[in-house]
């Protein structure tokens, strides 16, 4: 998969499938309103009307089914005739199983997608990650022809014209990914700083960087101490996952920025290597953060909210920010709250609850709140020597809401901007692979400050239609950080 190059188009062509194989999936009703007509010119010579006609009426979804067309040259496959409410309509998760286990192989392969216009932008960013990047396998190593994979999109009721968006999507969730699988002898803060100052150049932006012994001059924590407590021997293999929300924004601002931003949008980076030293932080330290506040180590494993806590407090006084979005692999108790397919969403509005909600289902990277209740749950952090612990008291007391609310405490609960917190810890990953999750939820949910058309239709934020979604309108004419 590491050397597929994908390539979305309105036409993909005629061929016969034995010499381009194709897969062409979409829910049963769909499949069924295609006329012959637009596809036979993937299938013949060696599939016909007939054999088709009879594939669309073999096929029991439940929740999915496939059927070859031609030996293993060409296969049709259905998704769900359904989801639920807290499901993307897309059934993106599906989509990217499909293409893994039926996608024919080949240096040049088809994929035709039959879905509503809705869906299209999510189920581009699915198949994006049916293809990730990243591969020291030996033998992959040694293919240096590129294979091909192009996709068509067949909208039912309405025309085939894409635009650019679906591309720059990809590449950003498949970047998200690579970086992500990437293990830390090859993708330490340095590296990481590396590719943000490659997607920089390919914008035309030049990164502000702050490290070192500067960050201390300038008031931040103690970042030149992290690290964990020692080497778990179960629990430390997989860490590499924890720049995922990292690796998320940098994709999403990559994509959103090509594709036109209309107010003003920053993208930080609050980095540090995870690792043993004799120098890492100790329990029963006090940091001084950038907020101001001391906080009190009784984990040591709880550093990533640290330099997030500092991170959104940069935001608000040094960018002017009035809109702040902090998206991290934070807890690993978000995969109990709201398990292995949604975020967790934490924030001070309800409006923007309501929009990360529906940006999940539009864009396929769901998202699912966690409980907003400061006055009940912040008590956790107490301390008796400073004015904060990291990490709670009570385990089994909201524990992903507490971790959230330890980065919002910095700004201040009473802050009149919004904050949203997004803790990704589960679904930036299915089994030992990435999936770039975070990039399209970002895209979808800010699309409406977005020049692309698409954008601006998966976004939540357009088209009020209540009171609840008027405000989202007003917010979304100020001024974005992620």
Same mark, same amino acid.
């Given at each position: ?8 188009? #309105? ?20 499949? &069924? ?12 010579? #060696? ?5 088709? &006609? ?15 067309? =031609? ?44 879905? *509503? ?134 994709g999403a601002f990559k994509a959103t920025i090509k594709q036109g931003f209309k107010d003003n949008l920053h993208a930080v980076f609050c980095l540090a290597e995870n690792s043993v030293g004799p120098t890492a932080t100790r329990p029963d330290d006090i940091h001084t953060l950038y907020s101001g506040k001391t906080v009190e180590i009784n984990n040591t494993d709880a550093e990533g909210r640290l330099v997030l806590a500092d991170g959104v407090v940069y935001a608000c006084k040094d960018l002017s920010a009035d809109i702040i979005l902090d998206m991290a692999t934070l807890t690993g ?7 292995? =397919? ?29 409980? =907003? ?22 385990? *089994? ?20 901007? #919004? ?12 089994? *030992? ?23 601006? &239709? ?23 950080? #992620?």
């Open positions: 998969m590491a050397n597929v190059v994908l390539e979305f188009k #309105v036409s993909a062509g005629d061929s016969d499938p034995q010499s381009r194989p194709v897969l062409i999936l979409g829910q049963q009703s769909n499949l &069924q309103q295609v006329s012959w007509s637009h596809i036979k010119g993937k299938l013949q010579p #060696v599939v016909s009307k007939e054999t088709w &006609q009879a594939a669309l009426g073999a096929l029991n979804p439940n929740p999915t089914d496939s059927c070859p067309l =031609y030996l293993n040259q060409a296969v049709v496959a259905a998704l769900p005739s359904r989801v639920s409410r807290h499901n993307s309509p897309a059934s993106v998760h599906f989509l990217s199983r499909l293409i893994r286990s039926c996608l024919p192989g080949g240096n040049n392969r088809c994929i035709v997608v039959v879905c *509503e216009r809705s869906d299209v932008f999510a189920s581009a960013c699915a198949i994006a990650r049916a293809f990730p990047l990243f591969t020291r396998r030996s033998a992959s190593s040694r293919r240096t022809e590129k294979k091909h994979v192009t996709v068509e999109f067949v909208l039912i009721g309405g025309d085939s014209s894409l635009d650019e968006c679906l591309s720059n999507a990809a590449d950003g969730v498949r970047l998200a990914a690579r970086i992500v699988d990437t293990p830390c002898n090859e993708m330490n803060t340095d590296h990481f700083l590396d590719e943000i100052k490659a997607v920089g150049s390919e914008l035309g932006i030049t990164p502000v960087i702050i490290r070192g012994e500067e960050l201390k001059q300038r008031g931040f924590g103690d970042p030149l101490n992290l690290g964990p407590p020692g080497l778990g021997s179960t629990t430390m293999p997989g860490m590499k996952r924890d720049c995922g929300g990292a690796a998320a924004i940098l108790a978000q995969g109990i709250s709201t398990g292995k =397919y949604h975020a967790a969403v934490m924030t001070n509005s309800e409006q923007w609850e309501v929009a990360c909600v529906r940006a999940g289902r539009s864009s396929g990277d769901l998202a699912h709140p966690l409980v =907003y209740c400061p006055e009940l749950h912040f008590s956790e952090f107490t301390s008796a020597v400073a004015d904060m612990k990291n990490s709670v008291a009570d385990r *089994e007391n909201a524990q992903s809401s507490c971790a959230g609310l330890f980065i919002g405490s910095h700004l201040g609960f009473d802050w009149p901007g #919004v904050w949203v917190h997004v803790d990704i810890a589960s679904p930036v990953h299915a089994g *030992e692979r990435a999936t770039g999750f975070g990039v399209a939820l970002l895209m979808a949910l800010f699309g409406q400050a977005s020049d692309d058309s698409m954008l601006n &239709q998966v976004s939540p934020l357009g088209a009020p239609s209540n009171k609840c979604e008027d405000q989202m309108e007003r917010d979304c004419k100020r001024r974005r950080l #992620v």
